[in-house]
């Protein structure tokens, strides 16, 4: 996940998931009357596998969407607190799953003259659970769940076995110059150049953890003053900053607090300001600088009157003092204050800002329908959205991998230059190693690595300056830090192409968050829905991918409803509306897809909030005062599963 973005913090504030303006509706009449009434339903719905409402529970959830809701909520309270007969047969309908269908097979029998035909019930066959796979229909899948006995929790992976082999390290030591590998760049001779398909398919190589597209805005011609710091004061000068403390000190170097020795942990606390504060910031400290600087030449031009010429072979005394302070406390550096986050998705505000953005090709673009974070349906700060950064000197990025390992871009507009490291995705359990071995959360802390540690370890470090007007594509996974080497500001998103190396690295980061319990900021099992629904896939594994993480989520679905069923717990269909976004879990963080286990907060404005099972069974084992909601009818997804197929490629048709 990106560190303050460039870094965002990784664990964000807890993002309780409200379920707008639920109606819980209390039943209405005498038990006693309903006694009989009540007996015939326990039957029916357990005849045809529906779910009666659990003892102790005295309520249910209407079934209108939230648009409906709000604009009846004067009807509601005229009619009283009841059921209406047609919520109550939408929310039956729903209980009852999908509709079953009786085949009969018609066989002729011959008796003499007579011709009669017997009618015979065709038992379908069930496959096992196991032998399951993504060949086999949606009805295939809900049948063999059926007939499954899963004792407690389901668990299986999302992933497609096949394609989690990871590489094997070699042992043998790297020669040193294989260990500072040159970085792949790549300088456009034209506009035409950054629209050809090879530019797409150079980056998205798995081979290359990073690419330089050198003076890329003056191939396309963008007017990068539109994100000076004199254009974002003009444009929005009261808009918020999140400020990073840190201390200024050489990009390959990491001292601990005391300067005796190099650390992995990177201290950088978080404040608040304004743009037009940092501004202000930014250019003091520019001043600054260059007042010492002509302090310093001054002084130089003292000292060399004083000089004989015999001492001007000498070696420099700044390299003097750094090898006589070898094995000295190191002095402290200057502290310094680096601009972070800063939110552009405002499409009135930063109107001028996001349009010449549009110059950039399709793949690079902040939304593109080959992203699949333009398929989550909501808007993802500084992922699918564009976050500014205005640095001094010495400003860092810590280490990190991109939230759910997505690609990046990142456009430096100056008009200082930019540091950058950058490893392969093949060697962040190494890293995490060593983070762990310093005390520092490799998900969610502030770490920069010490280059000697990597070297020792036979992790080859990408290592290259990114001047004004250059890209930098970051891939799939690639672990990276970064620093500010003068004045400049950056804006940067992710991107998600939908191909086989990034769908693979999201879905594992995805499992690894659940485990690690970290939100992973990307849902991907609702993005994989959406894109299933919407996306045409060509390449053979990138589709064999998704279709296996929509075969394992209806698996998770289907054996969760019929446990559900079975423990006679109610099911309440309530539609998903227009830029609903993804649920998480209130506890632990986890997606939440479909069936979502809400409870209601008792506070000045009823809210309703969202558990996943596990935790909404930690606060009631049999789930009373729960009530679950299903977004989606299980045709619906049937259906979407069945329709999603590879699509041919021209050369194939």
Avoid at 170 to 184: D, F, M, V
Avoid at 296 to 322: A, F, G, L, M, N
Avoid at 556 to 582: C, G, N, T
Wanted: aromatic share 8%.
């Amino acid at each position: 996940h990106k560190r303050h973005k460039e870094g965002k913090s990784h664990k964000e504030k807890k993002d309780r998931r409200i379920l707008g303006d639920l109606n819980l509706q209390s039943k209405e009449g005498s038990e006693k009357n309903r006694a009989h009434y009540d007996a015939e339903k326990m039957k029916r719905t357990e005849a045809s596998g529906a779910a009666s409402t659990s003892e102790g529970e005295h309520s249910e959830w209407t079934s209108r969407s939230l648009g409906e809701r709000s604009s009846e909520g004067k009807k509601d309270s005229e009619s009283g607190s009841s059921l209406g007969s047609t919520d109550f047969l939408k929310l039956k309908a729903l209980s009852d799953g999908p509709p079953k269908e009786l085949k009969i097979r018609l066989i002729k029998v011959e008796s003499g003259d007579r011709e009669t035909f017997i009618a015979s019930e065709v038992e379908e066959k069930r496959i096992p659970l196991e032998e399951i796979t993504i060949t086999n229909s949606a009805s295939e899948i809900i049948r063999s769940c059926k007939g499954t006995r899963v004792k407690g929790k389901f668990r299986e992976s999302y992933l497609l076995p096949a394609f989690s082999v990871k590489p094997i390290m070699p042992s043998e030591p790297i020669p040193r110059e294989k260990l500072n590998p040159p970085t792949p760049s790549i300088y456009l001779e034209s506009k035409r150049d950054a629209f050809s398909p090879v530019l797409l398919q150079f980056c998205t190589d798995p081979k290359n953890p990073v690419t330089v597209i050198r003076g890329l805005a003056g191939s396309l011609r963008l007017n990068l003053g539109l994100f000076s710091t004199k254009s974002l004061v003009e444009a929005n000068a009261e808009q918020a900053v999140e400020v990073r403390t840190q201390v200024q000190q050489p990009a390959d170097e990491n001292w601990d607090p005391s300067g005796m020795g190099q650390t992995w942990p990177c201290e950088s606390s978080r404040s608040h300001t304004t743009i037009a504060k940092y501004a202000q910031y930014q250019a003091s400290s520019f001043q600054e600088s260059l007042q010492e600087e002509k302090g310093t030449d001054d002084e130089d031009d003292e000292d060399d009157k004083e000089k004989e010429p015999s001492t001007s072979v000498d070696t420099p005394s700044k390299d003097i003092s750094k090898e006589s302070s070898s094995g000295e406390q190191k002095p402290v550096g200057k502290i310094i204050k680096f601009g972070t986050n800063i939110d552009l998705s405002d499409p009135k505000r930063w109107k001028p800002q996001l349009q010449e953005l549009q110059k950039l090709p399709a793949f690079m673009r902040v939304a593109s329908s080959g992203n699949m974070l333009s398929h989550v349906g909501h808007t993802i700060l500084g992922m699918n959205t564009v976050q500014l950064y205005m640095k001094v000197p010495g400003s860092r990025t810590p280490g990190h991998q991109e939230n759910n390992n997505f690609c990046s871009v990142n456009i430096n507009i100056g008009p200082g230059d930019c540091e950058w490291f950058s490893v392969h995705e093949n060697y962040w359990q190494a890293i995490s190693d060593f983070c762990e071995k310093h005390g520092v959360d490799y998900l969610t802390g502030s770490w920069w690595p010490v280059l000697e540690d990597l070297y020792k370890s036979n992790i080859p470090v990408y290592r290259f300056i990114q001047r004004p007007g250059d890209l930098v594509w970051i891939n799939a996974g690639t672990v990276h830090w970064v620093q500010a080497v003068g004045w400049c500001n950056n804006i940067a998103w992710n991107v998600g192409p939908l191909n086989a190396y990034q769908y693979q690295l999201a879905l594992e980061r995805f499992e690894w968050n659940e485990v690690k319990k970290v939100k992973s900021i990307v849902p991907m099992i609702h993005v994989s829905w959406n894109a299933a629904r919407t996306v045409k896939i060509t390449d053979p594994d990138t589709f064999k991918m998704v279709k296996h993480c929509l075969l394992q989520s209806m698996k998770h679905i289907q054996i969760l409803r019929d446990q559900l069923v079975a423990d006679s717990k109610k099911l309440s269909y309530q539609s998903r509306v227009k830029d609903e976004p993804a649920y998480y879990c209130n506890e632990c963080d986890v997606e939440v897809f479909n069936l979502l286990f809400v409870t209601s907060e008792s506070n000045s404005r009823k809210t309703y909030v969202v558990h996943c099972e596990d935790c909404a069974r930690q606060r009631s084992p049999n789930l009373t005062n729960v009530v679950v909601l299903e977004q989606y009818r299980m045709e619906e997804l049937m259906n979407t599963y069945d329709s999603f197929n590879l699509t041919p490629t021209r050369g194939q048709l």
